[in-house]
Nanobody
Framework: QVQLVESGGGLVQAGGSLRLSCAAS????????MGWFRQAPGKERDLVAA????????FYSDSVKGRFTISRDNAKNTMYLQMNSLRPEDTAVYLC????????????????WGQGTQVTVSS
């Protein structure tokens, strides 16, 4: 089993920045690709960014490309999401997840999930 715990969410003004963390415990962290999803009230859970097992490859949704950066530190069993130039439409619960497949866009392709951390961006 793998346990994931997100942190770093909060309330920020538009244009501000936040850094989310996802700490993993359990089975070999570096065996999994990872992703950040977000879900706003009444909306579907959408992929924001994903990163390969080694951290050498990543991809982003068009809505965050150029503003968000995903990274991981396998020695610390932790993944990060640096969010800059935040917009009110970025407001959502952000969740981290693990997948055996790098390149997975859909939530059903991810096997383990954290509980999420709330990000609220005020205008």
């Amino acid at each position: 089993q793998v346990q994931l715990v997100e942190s770093g969410g909060g309330l920020v003004q538009a244009g501000g920045s936040l850094r989310l963390s996802c700490a993993a415990s359990g089975r070999a962290f570096s065996s999994y690709a990872m992703g950040w999803f977000r879900q706003a009230p009444g909306k579907e859970r959408d992929l924001v960014a994903a990163i390969s097992r080694s951290g050498n490859s990543s991809f982003y949704s068009d809505s965050v490309k150029g503003r968000f950066t995903i990274s991981r530190d396998n020695a610390k069993n932790t993944m990060y999401l640096q969010m800059n130039s935040l917009r009110p439409e970025d407001t959502a619960v952000y969740l981290c997840a693990l997948s055996t497949v790098f390149g997975a866009w859909f939530s059903y392709e991810y096997d383990y999930w954290g509980q999420g951390t709330q990000v609220t961006v005020s205008s």
